[in-house]
């Protein structure tokens, strides 16, 4: 089974409206990553936050991470049509390069 | 500077075919990966490298087989495809470091297959 699962599944807002999504994964981690896809393309990253941070911002994102829940939130403010995206959690094991990816969350803003 | 290059970009196989999937870094990055992306099932990741001569399987290993060449290049080979197997597969490489917050995994742009 896969190590990161994000919830939820999938996300509608307003344009200009806040969009949260969670990240939970299993085992002990290094590093923990948010990327986004667009309909048909690679991943870009997005952000990046260690085990011993709690929270990170970048622009409109806000991500933070809870190690004793095995848990991290995405935030975007202020959403965009443009953010209309797949985003996807992404976590290292600790003590290895192994680097998977949690299920997704399909965020769509409405204009 | 390319980046992540993924050749072919399409492929269509018979069940029962074989083939490699290519995959070259230009970074000098130390770690390259195969995941497969499914509809629904987000990124799974097939094989990795770590290291040049160094390779471990991922979450879904089966029917598939990886070659680090060197360290720019990584391959992917399935020796007799399946329908099972129609995905689409993206290599992606990354230099684990004190910079890591700097470096983040570079993917390629993907090869669509289809197995008939």
């Known amino acids: 089974s896969q190590q990161g699962e994000e919830d939820p599944q999938a996300l509608s807002i307003q344009e200009g409206e806040n969009a949260t999504m969670n990240c939970s994964y299993k085992?002990?981690?290094?590093?923990l990553q948010w990327y986004r896809q667009n309909s048909g393309r690679g991943l870009v990253h997005l952000i990046l936050?260690?085990?011993?941070?709690r929270e990170k911002h970048s622009g409109r994102l806000r991500v933070t991470l809870d190690t004793s829940k095995k848990s991290s939130s995405l935030l975007i403010t202020a959403s965009r049509a443009a953010d209309t995206a797949s985003y996807f959690c992404?976590?290292?094991?600790?003590?290895?390069?192994?680097?998977?990816f949690g299920t997704g969350t399909r965020l769509t803003i409405i204009p | 500077n390319a980046g992540v290059t993924q050749t072919p970009k399409f492929q269509v196989l018979k069940t029962g075919q074989s083939m490699t999937l290519q995959c070259a870094q230009d970074?000098?990055?130390?770690?390259m990966y195969w995941y497969r992306q499914d509809p629904g099932m987000g990124l799974r990741l097939i094989y990795y490298?770590?290291?040049?001569?160094?390779?471990d399987k991922g979450e879904v290993p089966n029917g598939y087989n990886v070659s680090r060449l060197n360290k720019r290049e990584f391959s992917l080979r399935l020796e007799s495809a399946a329908p099972s197997q129609t995905s689409v597969y993206f290599c992606?490489?990354?230099?684990?470091?004190?910079?890591?917050?700097?470096?983040?995994?570079?993917f390629g742009n993907g090869t669509r297959l289809t197995v008939t």
């Open positions: 085992t002990s981690i290094n590093n």
């Open positions: 936050i260690r085990s011993n941070e």
């Open positions: 490298s770590a290291s040049e001569g160094t390779t």
């Open positions: 970074m000098n990055h130390n770690s």
């Open positions: 992404a976590t290292d094991a600790h003590g290895n390069e192994k680097l998977t």
């Open positions: 992606a490489s990354i230099s684990w470091g004190q910079d890591l917050g700097n470096s983040p995994l570079h």
